[in-house]
DNA sequence: GAGTTTGAAACT
DNA sequence: CAGTTTCAAACTC
């Protein structure tokens, strides 16, 4: 608490890193304070906020044992004023700085924190300890040392960030520090949820400037949040239930890398952790939804969660249309515009098939797993539906439009959007026929010719411009029935009226489609 | 409190 | 720069 002040007096530091303590980096950095935005630094400012507010008066120099972001950083003119071994609070409770237990180091070199954070050690458990006054020049030395190595090692880790969560507010219970880590943190069995991990211990979300695999201290992490709840117990019963790799969150540098050779089918080095993440999150998934007891002790919340992170890491958003418009909805409006596309398909093209749309159907269809008696099945349907006009069923029948769909008319971009539907909406009904038009789409795509773009292009404006008027229709009618809700019980009971309105306009768009 | 795990720092 | 070792904090039992 008292010990003396090495650097005072000494003046600024005129030959570089030997003579440098910590008061003279902080000169020779000028422009930015090292020390005061380290994280414990920021953690001990915080401990000492109430104490030096009271001691700020009698003691204007400021005795800060840490730097405080509303403290001038150049008013920390020595180790002497960072070091205080015990914090009185207004409530008379004294807190004692934290000890460390060097044993080897000496306490002169990183691994100690007192020696990181810049200051003396002080009623530490340390053995042969240096990082005192009495070894102020081995102290310098091994500062010099560590300055050689890594001229920010006494910086702070943490760089603070403009960056704010998508809506800008702080979520609820959560107290991210905005900031993130300047090297990154390298975490490999943490999933960055425990100390251990450096940006978990700052407080702030890993960023792209890490490496760590299986990250789960992304924006939007339930476990992140819930962990700084203290939902601790939850969180970890959940975790052991649901596996290291139940979530696949991968922080963003690594997840670009990662997400796109999922799709490529190249192996960047270093990413087959996440890769076969990736790949056991969504049969996880898949299986957790199919069988729900699958995962018993998972809280729902995190449950769904889970659900939403295997979509994205940043969209955590849930529309209030999500508790009103249910999956039977989603089916019947994603029939309807199969049927849609199908008469659209049919007005632009004409009702023939061309040869090399024949030709095409059957590359796609013979390379596809599905028997031969399929493939006819569907090119028969679909000959119905393109001749037949409205003769779609959207029962489980073997001429499933959307199977048809794929099998045929749609475009590169529609096809996939559907495929992305069945994956999502349609699990439960999903078919293997399916399963393989999805994965035969590149094939597709490069086959077709600029004929077929413009007619895709064509047709994929009329689906989608009768889509989105749909859509609006429907949460025209979702929102009254949210801001009315005494009104969505006769509604419901009405048998989804909105939805069924919204085709009917969905309809009434179409045949004037047709008449123009 | 002892033993283990973890990841940063240091070293090669 | 990658791999290995050292280290001390965090964690578990």
Not at 131 to 148: C, D, F, K, Y
Not at 183 to 188: F, H, M, P, R, T
Not at 340 to 359: D, F
Request: charged letters at 25%; aromatic letters at 4%.
């Amino acid at each position: 608490m008292d010990k003396p002040e090495p650097g005072s007096g000494s003046g600024p530091a005129k030959t570089a890193a030997r003579q440098l303590d910590f008061t003279a980096i902080c000169r020779a950095s000028a422009a930015t304070a090292i020390l005061p935005d380290h994280p414990q630094a920021q953690l001990q400012s915080k401990l000492l906020a109430l104490a030096l507010k009271r001691q700020a008066e009698a003691e204007p120099k400021g005795n800060a044992a840490r730097p405080d972001p509303e403290v001038d950083p150049k008013k920390i003119e020595s180790p002497k004023v960072r070091q205080q071994s015990n914090v009185e609070f207004k409530d008379g409770t004294i807190k004692k700085q934290k000890q460390c237990n060097c044993k080897n180091s000496r306490c002169l070199k990183l691994y100690c924190e007192c020696f990181a954070a810049g200051i003396y050690c002080n009623g530490c458990n340390c053995t042969n300890c240096h990082n005192n006054v009495e070894h102020e020049s081995a102290r310098r030395e091994a500062v010099g040392a560590t300055l050689e190595r890594n001229p920010n090692a006494f910086r702070s880790k943490i760089a603070k960030s403009p960056h704010r969560s998508q809506d800008n507010r702080i979520e609820a219970g959560e107290v991210t520090t905005v900031g993130k880590h300047n090297k990154g943190c390298n975490c490999k069995k943490s999933w960055c949820l425990k100390k251990y991990c450096e940006c978990f211990q700052a407080n702030i979300m890993c960023s792209e400037n890490c490496r760590c695999i299986d990250c789960k201290n992304c924006e939007g992490s339930e476990e992140a949040r819930a962990l700084r709840q203290g939902e601790h117990t939850n969180v970890m019963a959940f975790m052991q239930h649901g596996s290291t790799q139940a979530f696949g969150y991968i922080p963003q540098a690594i997840k670009k890398r990662k997400i796109q050779s999922l799709f490529t089918g190249e192996a960047p080095a270093n990413t087959l952790d996440n890769r076969s993440a990736q790949k056991y999150s969504q049969e996880t998934f898949l299986t957790s939804l199919s069988n729900s007891s699958h995962l018993p002790s998972i809280p729902l919340h995190a449950a769904a969660a889970r659900a939403t992170m295997l979509r994205s890491s940043d969209s955590m958003y849930r529309s209030q249309l999500a508790a009103i418009r249910g999956l039977k909805d989603a089916k019947e409006l994603c029939s309807r515009l199969v049927v849609v596309s199908a008469e659209a398909s049919s007005k632009l093209a004409g009702k023939k098939l061309t040869a090399n749309e024949n030709a095409e159907i059957d590359q796609c269809e013979t390379s596809s797993t599905t028997s031969n008696q399929l493939h006819k099945d569907k090119v028969e349907s679909r000959v119905q539906v393109l001749s037949g006009g409205d003769k779609v069923q959207t029962g489980s029948s073997g001429s499933d439009p959307v199977d048809i769909q794929h099998e045929r008319a749609m475009s590169p971009g529609t096809l996939e959007l559907m495929c992305d539907e069945q994956d999502r909406t349609f699990l439960e009904a999903q078919s293997p026929s399916v399963v393989g038009g999805c994965s035969k789409q590149p094939k597709i795509s490069s086959s077709t010719t600029q004929g077929f773009t413009d007619l895709y292009a064509e047709q994929e404006r009329l689906v989608l411009t009768n889509f989105l008027n749909c859509l609006n229709r429907l949460v025209t009618s979702g929102s009254m029935q949210v801001m009315h809700p005494s009104s969505s019980q006769t509604v419901r009971e009405g048998q989804q009226e909105p939805l069924q309105n919204g085709i009917k306009d969905f309809k009434l768009q179409r045949n004037g489609d047709h008449l123009h």
